[in-house]
C-alpha cells in the first residue's frame, strides 16, 4: 500500500532541498513550483482522457485517427500539444537549442527555462479561466535546477496512486509554502481543518456560494470535495464566485482550482477590494457565503464603504477625524449576512475579540442576534494558524433555521478540544471535526447523522483491528525466529470479536508494551545490520495500535457526553442559550459566556492538607537556600 503522506513529504524535502540549494527566495519559488505541479496535473488527466478517447478510436487503413483538440473539449478536458506535455519536457536533451524549438511568434527556444514559458502560454491558451495566471519566469531557475524539479515531479508513484493525488499534493505544498511565504506577504492560506469545520457546518448541496476575500481558494476546493463525497458533481451542484485583492492570491486560488477540476469565476485588484465593491453584484443572491477574511483592517474609507452599501446593520465606528472605519470586522460580518438570500447559509472565520467589541460593533451584533439568524458560534483555541497564535472564533448564519431553533443559537467552546501538530501548530483530526459536526447535528435535530458517525466509528475501529495481522507483518519478517514465536503467541487476541471498546483499549496498550520488549529481545540476537530496520518497524506497528486507541478515545469523548444521540449541554463545552439569555449578557456572542467551566474531577486530595506539605516543603527549601548563601558568602569572604 503506497503511503500518500510520505509521498507528500518526499516530494516537499526534495523540492524545497533545490530551493536551499539556490540563491531563489520561498516567495519567489512558490508560483512557478505549484504551476509545475499543475501542468503535472494537467498532463496525468490529459493521458487518462486520451485513453478514454482512444478505446473506441476508429481507424482507416488500418491506422487510429490521430486525437484532436475537439475530442477533448467533448469530454471538458483540457487539450495538451506536444510541446505543453510534461514527459516531453521531462525528456528534452541537455542541448535544448539543438531541438529546434520555436515558440508561438517563432523565435528559437535556447534553454529548458524557455521551453517551460512555452509550456505554459500553451497551457494557458487552453483554457479561459487560466488566461494571464500560470508564471512565465522560468529563465530564472537553472536548466540543473528546473530539470532537477521536472523530474522529481515525474515520480510514478503519482499515477500509481491514481484518483487527486496531485490536488492532495498541491494542497499540501501550498500550507508548506504559506509558512514560509507568511512572513514576506501576510496571508493566503486558511488551515485545512478550520475550512473542513466551515464546510462541515454549512453542509453545501447546491447554489451559489461566495468568498469575499478567497485567497488560494481553500473554501471552494473543501466544498467541491463535500459535494463530490455526497454523490454529487461539485461543477453542476455549485457556482462559485471569489473576490481576491491581492492578484499573486487570485492566481493561487485559480490554479487550486484548476487542478481540482472546478470552475469559478474569480477577480483580483482594485475591482477586488470588497470594502469598496460588489464585484458580481450578489447581494441577496446567495445560498453560501464562506470566508477567512483578514482580520482587525483600519483605514478603510467610511463614505466609499457606505456608498458600496451590503450594510444591513450600518457602519462600524468611525473616526470623525479621519472620516475612516477604526476596525473592518463589522463591516465583514455586514457583507456576509447581506450576501445570503432568504434560505442562505453563510460561514466564516473572524478575530476573537469580535464576539463581544463594545460601541457600534455591539449595537450591529444586537440588531444582528434579533433577526434570529445567528445559527452557531464556534471558540477556537490559539496556534490553528501559521503565522498568528491569538485564537479565533468561527460563526454561522442560517436563514432557513428549523423552526425549534429559531430563538436560539448553539455556542461551542473547543478552546481545549485539539490536537497538536508541532510546537507552534494545533489542529482538529478528522474524527474531532466530525465530533464537533455531531454536537450541532444534534442540535439541528438530525440524530440520524449522529447514529451514522457511530456506524462509522464502529466500522473503522473493527476494520482497523481485522487489518492488524497484515499490518504487523513487515515487522515479524524482520524478527529473529524465538522472538517472532514469541510475539505471534501474544497476537492471539487478535481471534476475538470486540464490542468492548475499554477491554479493547487495554489489550492494544498491553501489546504496545508487547511489541517494545520483543524489539529488546531481537536487539540482543540480530546481526548488527538487521537491527535498525526491525527497529523501525516495531515503531510503525506501535504507531498502527496508537491510532486505534486515538479513534477508540474521540468515540469515547462523543458517546459519553451525548449516549446514543441526545444533545445535552454541557459544561465547558456547549449550550444552546435563548436570545433572552444573549439579551441578558449584553449581546455578547462569546461560547465561554454561557457554556460555563467543565467540572473538575475529584483528585482524592485533602487541598488544605496539601498546601500546608506545599508550604512546609517551601519552608525547608528556604532555610536550605539561605544556609547554601551563608556558605558561599564565607568562602567569598576567604578569597578576598
Known amino acids: 500500500?503506497?503511503?500518500?503522506?510520505?509521498?507528500?513529504?518526499?516530494?516537499?524535502?526534495?523540492?524545497?532541498?533545490?530551493?536551499?540549494?539556490?540563491?531563489?527566495?520561498?516567495?519567489?519559488?512558490?508560483?512557478?513550483?505549484?504551476?509545475?505541479?499543475?501542468?503535472?496535473?494537467?498532463?496525468?488527466?490529459?493521458?487518462?482522457?486520451?485513453?478514454?478517447i482512444l478505446k473506441n478510436r476508429p481507424s482507416r487503413g488500418g491506422r487510429v485517427m490521430p486525437v484532436e483538440?475537439?475530442?477533448?473539449?467533448?469530454?471538458?478536458?483540457?487539450?495538451?500539444?506536444?510541446?505543453?506535455?510534461?514527459?516531453?519536457?521531462?525528456?528534452?536533451?541537455?542541448?535544448?537549442?539543438?531541438v529546434g524549438l520555436e515558440n508561438k511568434e517563432g523565435q528559437p527556444l535556447n534553454s529548458l527555462g524557455e521551453a517551460v514559458n512555452n509550456a505554459m502560454q500553451l497551457l494557458e491558451e487552453q483554457s479561459e479561466q487560466l488566461t494571464g495566471v500560470l508564471p512565465k519566469s522560468y529563465t530564472m531557475f537553472s536548466d540543473d535546477l528546473l530539470r532537477e524539479l521536472l523530474r522529481i515531479f515525474n515520480n510514478k508513484t503519482i499515477d500509481e496512486v491514481g484518483g487527486?493525488?496531485?490536488?492532495?499534493?498541491?494542497?499540501?505544498?501550498?500550507?508548506?509554502?504559506?509558512?514560509?511565504?507568511?512572513?514576506?506577504?501576510?496571508?493566503?492560506?486558511?488551515?485545512?481543518?478550520?475550512?473542513?469545520?466551515?464546510?462541515?457546518?454549512?453542509?453545501?448541496?447546491?447554489?451559489?456560494?461566495?468568498?469575499?476575500?478567497?485567497?488560494?481558494?481553500?473554501?471552494?476546493?473543501?466544498?467541491?470535495?463535500?459535494?463530490?463525497?455526497?454523490?454529487?458533481?461539485?461543477?453542476?451542484?455549485?457556482?462559485?464566485?471569489?473576490?481576491?485583492?491581492?492578484?499573486?492570491?487570485?492566481?493561487?486560488?485559480?490554479?487550486?482550482?484548476?487542478?481540482?477540476?472546478?470552475?469559478?469565476?474569480?477577480?483580483?485588484?482594485?475591482e477586488a477590494n470588497s470594502f469598496y465593491h460588489d464585484a458580481f453584484n450578489l447581494a441577496r443572491k446567495c445560498d453560501y457565503v464562506i470566508a477567512n477574511p483578514p482580520f482587525n483592517v483600519d483605514k478603510v474609507k467610511a463614505e466609499s464603504a457606505s456608498s458600496a452599501g451590503r450594510l444591513p446593520f450600518g457602519l462600524p465606528g468611525v473616526n470623525t477625524k479621519s472620516k475612516e472605519v477604526g476596525n473592518a470586522n463589522y463591516l465583514w460580518i455586514n457583507y456576509f449576512y447581506a450576501y445570503l438570500n432568504d434560505h442562505g447559509r453563510a460561514g466564516f472565520v473572524m478575530a476573537s475579540s469580535a464576539t463581544d467589541s463594545s460601541n457600534k460593533d455591539r449595537d450591529i451584533r444586537e440588531k444582528l442576534v434579533k433577526t434570529g439568524h445567528v445559527d452557531v458560534m464556534v471558540s477556537v483555541g490559539n496556534n490553528f494558524f501559521y503565522t498568528l497564535s491569538l485564537p479565533c472564533s468561527l460563526w454561522f448564519f442560517d436563514k432557513a433555521?428549523?423552526?425549534?431553533?429559531?430563538?436560539?443559537?448553539?455556542?461551542?467552546?473547543?478552546?481545549?478540544?485539539?490536537?497538536?501538530?508541532?510546537?507552534?501548530?494545533?489542529?482538529?483530526?478528522?474524527?474531532?471535526?466530525?465530533?464537533?459536526?455531531?454536537?450541532?447535528?444534534?442540535?439541528?435535530?438530525?440524530?440520524?447523522?449522529?447514529?451514522?458517525?457511530?456506524?462509522?466509528?464502529?466500522?473503522?475501529?473493527?476494520?482497523?483491528?481485522?487489518?492488524?495481522?497484515?499490518?504487523?507483518?513487515?515487522f515479524t519478517e524482520l524478527l529473529d525466529a524465538e522472538t517472532e514465536t514469541q510475539f505471534k503467541r501474544s497476537l492471539t487476541w487478535l481471534e476475538g470479536s470486540w464490542e468492548n471498546y475499554d477491554a479493547l483499549s487495554k489489550k492494544l496498550n498491553e501489546q504496545i508494551e508487547q511489541t517494545k520488549a520483543c524489539v529488546k529481545s531481537a536487539e540482543e540476537k540480530l546481526k548488527k545490520r538487521e537491527v535498525k530496520p526491525m527497529r523501525l518497524a516495531g515503531d510503525e506497528f506501535c504507531k498502527v495500535l496508537e491510532s486505534i486507541l486515538i479513534v477508540i478515545g474521540e468515540y469515547n469523548w462523543l458517546t459519553e457526553k451525548f449516549g446514543?444521540?441526545?444533545?445535552?449541554?454541557?459544561?465547558?463545552?456547549?449550550?444552546?442559550?435563548?436570545?433572552?439569555?444573549?439579551?441578558?449578557?449584553?449581546?455578547?456572542?462569546?461560547?465561554?459566556?454561557?457554556?460555563?467551566?467543565?467540572?473538575?474531577?475529584?483528585?482524592?486530595?485533602?487541598?488544605?492538607?496539601?498546601?500546608?506539605?506545599?508550604?512546609?516543603?517551601?519552608?525547608?527549601?528556604?532555610?536550605?537556600?539561605?544556609?547554601?548563601?551563608?556558605?558561599?558568602?564565607?568562602?567569598?569572604?576567604?578569597?578576598?
Open 164 to 270: 487527486d493525488i496531485i490536488g492532495r499534493i498541491y494542497e499540501y505544498f501550498l500550507s508548506k509554502f504559506a509558512k514560509a511565504v507568511a512572513s514576506d506577504d501576510g496571508v493566503f492560506f486558511t488551515p485545512k481543518s478550520l475550512v473542513k469545520m466551515l464546510v462541515n457546518v454549512l453542509e453545501p448541496e447546491q447554489g451559489v456560494m461566495l468568498d469575499p476575500a478567497c485567497g488560494s481558494g481553500g473554501m471552494f476546493v473543501q466544498t467541491g470535495d463535500f459535494v463530490n463525497a455526497a454523490g454529487m458533481n461539485a461543477n453542476t451542484q455549485m457556482t462559485f464566485y471569489g473576490q481576491e485583492k491581492v492578484e499573486y492570491n487570485a492566481q493561487l486560488c485559480l490554479m487550486n482550482m484548476a487542478v481540482h477540476g472546478l470552475n469559478g469565476r474569480i477577480v483580483s485588484g482594485d
Open 69 to 98: 483538440q475537439s475530442d477533448f473539449a467533448a469530454k471538458s478536458a483540457l487539450y495538451l500539444p506536444r510541446e505543453a506535455q510534461f514527459d516531453f519536457l521531462v525528456n528534452l536533451p541537455e542541448d535544448i537549442a539543438s
Open 401 to 474: 433555521k428549523r423552526e425549534e431553533n429559531q430563538d436560539k443559537v448553539l455556542f461551542i467552546d473547543a478552546r481545549k478540544y485539539y490536537t497538536v501538530v508541532d510546537r507552534t501548530l494545533n489542529e482538529w483530526t478528522e474524527w474531532q471535526l466530525c465530533n464537533l459536526q455531531a454536537i450541532v447535528h444534534l442540535y439541528r435535530g438530525e440524530a440520524e447523522k449522529y447514529q451514522a458517525l457511530i456506524e462509522k466509528y464502529n466500522s473503522a475501529i473493527q476494520e482497523a483491528v481485522s487489518e492488524m495481522m497484515e499490518q504487523v507483518k513487515p
Open 1 to 52: 500500500m503506497i503511503n500518500i503522506r510520505k509521498l507528500e513529504g518526499e516530494l516537499w524535502e526534495s523540492a524545497d532541498l533545490l530551493r536551499q540549494g539556490s540563491k531563489l527566495t520561498s516567495s519567489q519559488y512558490c508560483m512557478p513550483v505549484l504551476a509545475l505541479l499543475f501542468l503535472r496535473y494537467a498532463y496525468s488527466r490529459y493521458k487518462l482522457v486520451e485513453a478514454e
Open 564 to 640: 446514543k444521540g441526545e444533545y445535552h449541554d454541557i459544561a465547558g463545552l456547549c449550550k444552546i442559550a435563548t436570545l433572552d439569555e444573549i439579551a441578558e449578557k449584553n449581546y455578547s456572542l462569546t461560547p465561554g459566556a454561557y457554556v460555563g467551566v467543565a467540572e473538575v474531577e475529584d483528585d482524592g486530595v485533602d487541598f488544605h492538607e496539601r498546601m500546608n506539605e506545599i508550604h512546609a516543603e517551601l519552608a525547608k527549601l528556604n532555610k536550605e537556600a539561605n544556609a547554601l548563601m551563608d556558605a558561599i558568602l564565607k568562602d567569598w569572604e576567604t578569597l578576598k
